[in-house]
């Protein structure tokens, strides 16, 4: 599997403020998949981006992958309590090995 | 649909014993996988599978084994438990696909060595 590196680890905003974070690649990736694990939960499947500067949306979360499918990107507008947890990516191979990054940590003050 | 199940959800042993964490699928997934959690360390595999019989290492293979005599189930066992291993356990599944597909974890497992 290949590995990324995943920025930032933590992230404090006050409920309202947007987030982004980011995964960054030092190889071509063939996909990205992303996933949001809240406290004392799992990790739940997000989304998948698999073309070169494709973005996608889900009410206030914008998903992104670089032109050059090396990096991508996760941005909740108008943060709430709600999206607090660890946001994962974690890129694609053919192989059964799916390896995460780091994860970014979101915590939203009301 | 139960879709991933993992045994027990928590577990405290003494070091030097063993134990067997159980995974079981019942979405007819080829690929299984192993993780574990530690704070600030994210979600690092263990041991992976792509089928019934095959198993292969991940990134932090050393202190556990794997077998998949069915395509139903994976477990992991600890064949003596150090302190290192405290962690959280998670087991996932995802259909075998062209391209990745969608991983479907269990609950986790938690587990304290001391």
């Known amino acids: 599997g290949q590995q990324v590196m995943q920025i930032p680890q933590y992230q404090h905003v006050q409920e309202g403020e947007d987030f982004t974070t980011y995964c960054n690649s030092s190889t071509t990736l063939s996909n990205i998949q992303w996933y949001k694990q809240r406290p004392g939960g799992h990790p739940v499947f997000l989304i998948q981006?698999?073309?070169?500067?494709e973005v996608k949306k889900q009410k206030r979360l914008t998903f992104q992958f670089g032109e050059a499918k090396k990096n991508s990107s996760l941005h909740i507008t108008a943060t709430q309590t709600t999206d607090v947890g660890t946001y994962f990516c974690a890129p694609g191979g053919s192989q059964g090995n799916l390896i995460f990054g780091k994860g970014t940590k979101l915590s939203v003050k009301p | 649909n139960a879709g991933v199940t993992q045994t027990p959800k928590f577990q405290v042993l003494k070091t030097g014993q063993s134990m067997t964490l159980q995974c079981a699928q019942d979405m007819n997934h080829e690929y299984m996988s192993w993780y574990r959690q530690d704070p600030g360390m994210g979600l690092r595999l263990i041991h992976y599978s792509v089928g019934a019989g095959i198993t292969d290492q991940g990134e932090v293979p050393n202190g556990y084994n794997v077998s998949r005599s069915t395509t139903e189930d994976f477990p992991l066992r600890l064949l003596s438990a150090a302190p290192s291993q405290t962690s959280v356990y998670f087991c996932a599944s995802r259909k075998q696909g062209g391209m990745n597909t969608e991983a479907f974890f269990g609950q986790g497992t938690r587990l304290t060595v001391v």
């Open positions: 981006l698999v073309k070169s500067g």
